[in-house]
């Protein structure tokens, strides 16, 4: 008989400068709760919605799952010298994406710091190197100037407009060519 161990994945740690890029874990609800009910934050994700707690732990638990399921994710994102959790970040492509997407969410706290940028870089060598990747995508709403930047900063260009689900989208991409030239 197998034991719960024998099935369940164990996630890469990436670790940056300032950052510990982990798995999710119940301590983060209230932090990870207090991110995504703040409507200066939730505002250009796919809903645009605060959330209600049971709403959060429905979106950390959506989010360790898709590891189960796809073998990549996003991280919960620990800044080292405080050990407090600052947000998310990592690669997904939920039902109907078209391409794997590098993606970020961070407290308002962490805000101008910029954890966003340096995930960016710890996932996308992530996507490129580990999981052999020839594409990575952000899905980012035409407004969200903030986001754009650090797309830009990544390497990302945009590519193209999108309407996802009924969400209007820029699609800024990066490819293993530019990954390349951009990082080495």
Known sequence: MKTSKDTVIKLPVLETERLILRHYQQSDLSAYYEMMADPDVTRYLFSGKPMSKHDAWRSMATMA??????????????????????????LIKPEGWPAIEAGWVLHKSAWGKGYATEAGRAIIGYGFEELNQERIISMIQPDNTPSI?????????????????DIDALEYAIDREAYQKFYK
Do not use: C, D, P
Not at 68 to 79: H, K, P, R, T, V
Not at 83 to 90: D, L, P, T, Y
Not at 149 to 165: D, M, Q
């Open 65 to 90: 799952g898709h590891w189960m399921l796809n073998g990549y994710g996003q991280w919960a994102l620990e800044e080292k010298s405080s050990g407090q959790f600052v947000g998310r970040a990592g």
């Open 149 to 165: 930047k650090v797309a830009e900063r990544l390497g990302e260009s945009f590519n193209k407009k999108i309407t996802l689900f």
